[in-house]
């Protein structure tokens, strides 16, 4: 490789390098920190989880959302208690309900009169549908006021049992679930990152530095998407808040392992410390700065989805990304330069000490790759094209209420109970908003839809009217959600009705047909963007295109591999809709930084010695810290299955499955052999392509010449 000289090295390499400089660089992240603390704090009650920060925006469920607020606080829903004596209720039992109604009501939630004691007409179970005003903050407190209800209900006959369901219930269900989420998130994976850094660096010192940094971007990402989001500017709930737990320690902790891995090389060819930071700088820098670059790029493409909680997603995650990047290239340098080369402690590396990488595992690994190539990555390929008929499999229509966590909490069960009894939409009626002159027409309308148990008198407001409408069947089951379609079509027919329908079940085929239109309009735009910052960054054609296909081929085999766990070893159900959507933006975004550093390298390598002997040094140099970094992106995305959702659980296997296929296989054996057999036509059509062969010969030439001169100090081929 050609000598770097001081010169060439440019002033932001200096900037946290330099004997003054690293100083301001710590004392300015140390000020940013201390006034982060407050705000990251905050970020848990600005989280908005209301249906509408889920929803898309033009769907007709989010519409009703909106205007129902004519009718009821926005914040009312239902709690639907079922009693169930199997043997038949009795008198008492009637009595004893009757009384947990009045006390129902008396409840501070509650602001108009509960519904019932309605017994079954099986004689067999009672329900109580009790409207309950939760406030803005409610989502928090769901939990205590289900707990309220359950001692309310406890005093009642032996042998009756109650159970808390409807929207109520199980959003309390979902928010005892993610209660402190980002607390456990935030353990879990520094122990991931704390043990992978551990065994990666073979020191007790060394990675407190990676995760203080790590630690530090997640504080300020998260104050800074705390004043967004309080400012209405940026819509946050508690997906896209674990999701940045995740995502800012594993990428920022892999950008940390790229920048110490060329530091520790640049130790070894110079004495002064802030001399070898510069370097590595100069030199590594372009390379975690396109892969940054690239993956909030990938993630802003997500603000075309029509789905809320996908679009807010992606702003989320680049300013976790952002802001991650900004701490790994400006406080992790100047903390190393700060501590000196003793922070590696026990193998320090000083100036001269020979560098293993050259013939290290990954060295050998490239070696073997080299005997067959062609035949290499025509087997891989294959195998992973195989892994990806596994998607047949994949069932992402939709997760039930029964389905979606690994347990059965009471919700689900109650919902059950309700079924056997009562029309299973009890408690969860359609809502269709029409305009009141044509409230009758509608109303008549929907009693002819199929699925439909019974219709409700209208109730008008400022010349529109609510008319609630029970199905036969559970509000979350498919049979429901094509009910919905049917009454969708059936008062669309009714002329100046401006009828809508939305509701839980309404939301849920919303969610579908949004999740399916996201997917077809979001994933060609990752896929041409990040192509285009290969092209820029590689200065080539060949080479972006195979290492997009490469990707793609990476997301196939995990999409593949998962659905048959999913199905065959986990037992899941199924899976939600926008787990294909996720799971591809997290490994295109995510798993091309591998090939970038991989690639960025064998470029640099190439530009010297031809590219077959760059493919090889590039594979030794970064195998050993792509796989680090790989095992703790793989490992915090795990983390995820902490969650006792099935949603989140199935996004951190698949993710975490297809960085560990990218990094282990995609990037080591298939990348590398497409490097040795295409040679220069990976570079088409810059210049590189074109001098390749001479770059070759006179590497050929120059070893040659070693071998004459000092035989022993000349590489095993």
């Known amino acids: 490789m050609t000598e770097t000289r001081i010169g060439d090295v440019g002033r932001l390499a200096w900037l ?82 009757a009384g947990h109604v009045t006390a129902f009501n008396a409840m501070e939630p509650v602001k108009k009169d509960s519904v019932g004691p309605i017994p079954s007409e099986d004689g067999k179970a009672i329900q109580v549908i009790v409207p309950m005003d939760i406030g803005e903050d409610g989502w928090e407190n769901l939990p205590e006021i ?17 159970h808390v369901t409807g929207p109520i219930g199980f959003a309390a269900d979902s928010s005892e679930a993610f209660a402190g989420i980002d607390g456990k998130l935030l353990y879990a994976a520094m122990a991931v990152v704390i043990i992978i850094l551990l065994i990666t660096y073979r020191s007790p010192i060394l990675w407190l530095i990676p995760l203080i940094s790590a630690g530090t971007a997640l504080f300020v990402s ?60 100069h030199r590594a820098g372009p390379a975690i700065f396109a892969s940054g670059a690239t993956v909030i790029a990938g993630m802003l493409c997500l603000l075309v989805a029509t789905m809320s909680s996908t679009s807010g997603l992606g702003p989320v995650a680049a300013i976790g990304i952002g802001v991650g990047l900004l701490v790994m290239l400006t406080l992790l340098p100047a903390l190393l330069v700060v501590f000196g080369r003793w922070i590696f402690w026990p193998v320090r590396p000083t100036y001269g000490s020979a560098d293993h990488t050259r013939d290290g595992f990954w060295a050998h690994t490239g070696n073997r790759i080299a005997r067959a190539p062609r035949r290499t990555w025509v087997v891989t390929s294959v195998i992973l094209a195989i892994a990806t008929l596994g998607v ?5 229509t939709g997760l039930a209420n029964k389905d979606a966590f690994y347990t059965t909490p009471e919700s689900v069960v109650g919902e059950e109970v309700l079924a056997r009894h009562f029309p299973a939409g009890s408690g969860s009626p359609v809502l269709v908003l029409a305009n009141t002159d044509q409230a009758a027409a509608v109303q008549d309308k929907l009693e002819t839809v199929e699925g439909v148990s019974s219709v409700a008198e209208p109730i008008a407001r400022n010349g529109r009217a609510l008319i609630e409408t029970t199905l036969s069947d559970a509000p979350d089951s498919d049979a429901a959600t094509k009910s919905v379609d049917r009454i ?49 960054l590689l200065r080539a054609v060949t080479a972006p295109l195979l290492l997009i296909g490469t990707v793609v081929l990476s997301f196939g085999a995990a999409m593949g591999l998962s659905a048959l766990v999913f199905r065959h070893v986990f037992g899941f159900a199924g899976a939600d809709p926008s787990l294909p959507l996720f799971v591809f933006v997290f490994l295109v975004a995510l798993g091309i930084d591998y090939n970038i550093f991989l690639m960025t390298r064998v470029h ?15 594979l030794a140099a970064t195998g050993g810290v792509i796989t680090s970094a790989g095992l703790v992106l793989a490992g915090t995305f795990a983390v995820l299955a902490t969650m006792p959702v099935v949603a989140f659980a199935e996004v951190g296997f698949a993710v975490a499955l297809g960085v560990l296929l990218d990094t282990l296989i995609v990037r080591s054996v298939l990348v590398t052999a497409l490097n040795l057999d295409l040679k220069g036509r990976m570079w088409w059509p810059s210049r590189l392509a074109r001098k390749d062969a001479e770059l070759a010969a006179a590497a050929d030439a120059a070893e040659r010449e070693m071998e004459e001169v000092a035989p022993e100090l000349t590489p095993a081929r």
């Open 222 to 281: 998260q104050a800074v998407i705390y004043y967004l989001a309080d400012s209405n500017s940026l819509t946050v709930n508690a997906q896209s808040s674990a999701i940045l737990t995740v995502i800012v320690f594993g990428a920022g902790t892999d950008y940390a392992l790229l920048l110490v891995a060329r530091y520790r090389e640049e130790l070894r060819r110079h004495q002064d410390r802030h001399e070898a930071m510069a370097f590595a700088l």
């Open 604 to 618: 640099e390598e190439s530009k010297e010695v031809g590219t077959w002997r760059g493919a090889l040094a590039g």
């Open 392 to 396: 047949l499999q994949l069932n992402a």
């Open 16 to 97: 946290p390098s330099s004997r003054v400089t690293k100083w301001l660089v710590v004392g300015f992240w140390l000020v940013i920190l201390a006034v982060s603390f407050g705000p990251a704090g905050k970020l848990q009650g600005a989280l908005n989880n209301d249906a509408t920060s889920w929803l898309p925006e033009n769907a007709q469920s989010t519409q009703v959302a909106k205007e129902l607020e004519a009718f009821q606080s926005r914040n009312e829903a239902p709690a639907v208690l079922v009693y169930e004596r199997p043997d038949g209720v009795t008198a008492a039992d009637l009595h004893a309900v």
């Open 488 to 536: 969708r079509d059936a008062i669309a027919e009714v002329p100046g009705a401006d009828a809508i329908a939305g509701g839980d079940t309404a939301a849920r085929a919303d969610t579908l047909r949004a999740s399916d239109d996201d997917n077809k309009r979001t994933i060609p735009l990752i896929l041409g963007v990040v192509l285009l910052i290969l092209v820029l």
């Open 146 to 162: 289900t707990d309220q209800v359950r001692s309310i209900a406890a005093d009642r006959p032996d042998g009756l049992s109650m």
